[in-house]
């Protein structure tokens, strides 16, 4: 009989214990070691984004607009209405189209064109004068700021060159100065630049000696030279006549007195 509830007991214990064990949440896995080295991600899908990437700007097959990029600058209109009233557009367009040299500009902004336009010197320059005016601030080259250190003085222009439409360029460690004889003033800003053309910013208007400077006076004519005339005759002097008459007077005297003494005598 002992022996009996001795054995119920051991499996009410035995049944109590499974219960706990099975009631208990299972124990955590043990984490995995970290692998030796991470394999690299897959390439990138259409699906998925890509980091962008630097493509080189591909270079229009025709040239630059020197007037869109000056209007889209927004301060050179006045400039820009002289460029397009001389159609000195067009003479842009050709150099940039037909030639490897390329174009450097310096622009004048409306600020620097107001002092000349008040002044009233503008408007008393005839059309010719206005075109030359304006191709004086053209060169028909490329000129970067590096090419401004080694450049010749002066610097051709399309008005032409020498010591009427002299344009010198002098830099410094931190400028470019701009001198004309009666303008200087320096580079302010790069409006543009690429293989082709170049754009300066200058803040006042480049005056050319030809055009601006007082011309100097031309001298006097000298007389007329007499013409002669082969077939005239030389006209007439009247001699002085005086002594030869006083000469007749006296001798006429002289005769009539011996006449006198002569009938005085006797025979």
Known sequence: MKQLISFSFSLVLLFLHCTQTLSQPPSAAPAKAP??????????????ASPPVMVPV???????????????????????????????DIQLFSQLNDSRDGVTLFAPTDGAF???????????LTDHQKIELVQFH??????????????????TTLAGSGSRFALNVITTESMVNVTTGLTN????????????????QVDKVLLPLDIFAPKPLAPAPAPPKP???????????????????ICMVHNTLLMFGVGLVAAALPL
């Open 138 to 155: 053209i060169i028909p080259r490329i000129l970067t700021t590096a090419n401004f250190q080694t450049v010749s003085n002066p610097i």
């Open 227 to 245: 013409k002669k005339d082969d077939g005239a005759e030389s006209p007439m002097v009247p001699e002085d006549t005086s002594g030869s008459v």
């Open 58 to 88: 591909q270079v229009s097959k025709g040239p630059v607009n020197v007037i869109k990029i000056l209007q889209k600058a927004g301060h050179f209109a006045f400039f820009t209405r002289l460029i397009k009233s001389t159609q000195e």
């Open 35 to 48: 692998a030796a080295a991470t394999a690299p991600p897959p390439a990138a899908t259409s699906a998925q």
């Open 114 to 124: 107001s002092a000349i336009i008040k002044s009233g010197v503008l408007n008393s």
């Open 185 to 200: 003033t320096s580079v302010s800003a790069i409006v543009y630049t690429d293989s082709q053309l170049a754009i300066y």
